[in-house]
């Protein structure tokens, strides 16, 4: 058998929705595709971390030579001046973190509510569920970095979901909302008001009106489970929505994002009121086709051309931010996140 049906034979094998399934030939493809581009993420992950290392000991160096070849008085200055730096960033970091914990504690209390449903780990393989974890940590991030921040919740967090986020350090001071139970028993009282975020519905999301709660799937599944999440709601009797991405986009592949980003967009559109630009901030430009003509009609260019810049802008800002307590990269995939040593859930490694 030759390479590429070695690895369609082990891609059927490990993400197969379940033992007794067969998958078409296309779609073994699919599944031997994304393999390839898992295990060139990781040997390019494997990489990036042997650079920073280099870079470290580059820079370690080139300080131990300085200092070597300088005066005793020259070296004293130098640690000085070093110091005084770093004193003055720890202490700014410490403003920060309160000024975020305020913000965050503020949202509990008048923020739109937000909810994270974790209850699809049945469905998903482990690596799947590590892909998962790190779209949380990347909600938590961007949550507390946002000057209005929403009210975050976690529903359902039980089983090998939950043990994994238990090990992240500083995980048990986040700033948020866990639920071992379902949204549904969390929010009995209030389930005439729950709204799920899904692209298979019908009704699309205009506003965002601060007496609902919007409910983001949590579930990572390379696109098998087609449907999953409005039939839960359809059966749970409540209400659903989609993002109005097709007003304004015409998506290069398919419509759906990850959890992370559709609560990025939540956040923009909660800032700037303006579909448009939460979704050309958030919707990485390789999967975004040309605007609907229609959206374009009477526009300036340039208006587009700075949405751009800015997507660009930001994911070169994020590729080398390390706040939080955690590290973001998003030039090439806003999964890849990373947790640092941490000393309160949201410290900055030193």
């Known amino acids: 058998m030759d390479e590429a049906g070695v ?11 379940d033992a007794g399934a067969v998958l078409s030939k296309s779609a073994r493809k699919k599944l031997a595709k994304q393999q ?20 470290v000991e580059r820079r370690r160096r080139e300080w131990d030579e300085t200092l070597a070849a300088a005066t005793e008085e020259e070296r004293a200055q130098m640690i000085g001046v070093r110091r005084e730096a770093r004193r003055e960033r720890v202490e700014r970091r410490a403003e920060e973190r309160e000024m975020r914990a305020l913000r965050l504690r503020r949202a ?8 994270l449903d974790l209850e699809f780990s049945d ?14 940590m990347y909600c938590y991030a961007v949550n507390g970095r946002c ?17 994994h986020l238990q090990r992240l350090p500083g995980y048990d001071k986040w700033i948020i909302e866990k639920e071992n139970r379902s ?9 005439v008001n729950l709204v799920y975020l899904t692209a298979d519905s019908e009704t699309t999301l205009e506003e965002i009106d601060q007496k609902k709660i ?10 098998r489970w087609k449907g999953v999440t409005m039939k839960k709601a359809n059966e749970q009797g409540i209400h659903s929505a989609k993002l109005p991405i097709g007003n304004y986009l015409k998506m290069s592949s ?29 919707i990485p430009q390789r999967k975004r086709g040309e605007i609907e003509a229609q959206t374009n009609e009477g526009e300036d260019d340039e208006t587009s051309a700075a949405a751009v810049a800015k997507v660009s802008e930001d994911e070169g800002e994020l590729e080398s931010a390390e706040e939080d307590g955690i590290v973001l990269k998003k030039p090439r995939t806003i999964e890849a996140v990373e947790v640092a040593a941490t000393t309160d859930g949201v410290d900055q490694q030193q």
Request: with cysteine; charged share 30%; hydrophobic share 40%.
């Open 254 to 282: 398919s419509q759906v994002l990850t959890v992370n980003q559709v609560f990025e967009i939540l956040l923009k559109f909660i800032e700037t009121k303006d579909w448009k630009d939460a979704f050309f901030q958030v």
């Open 123 to 136: 469905l998903m393989t482990p690596n799947e569920i590590h892909s998962l974890v790190q779209q949380i």
């Open 36 to 55: 390839r581009l898992e295990a060139r993420k990781a040997e390019r992950k494997a990489a990036e971390k042997e650079r920073r290392r280099r870079d």
């Open 108 to 115: 509990a209390e008048v923020g739109p509510k937000v909810v």
């Open 7 to 17: 690895e369609e034979r082990n891609a059927t094998a490990a993400a197969a929705p």
């Open 183 to 191: 949204y549904i028993e969390a929010f009995q009282e209030q389930k």
């Open 214 to 223: 919007y409910i983001i799937g949590g579930l990572v599944d390379r696109n």
């Open 147 to 163: 000057a209005s921040p929403a009210h975050l919740w976690l529903t359902g967090c039980q089983g090998e979901l939950d043990t």
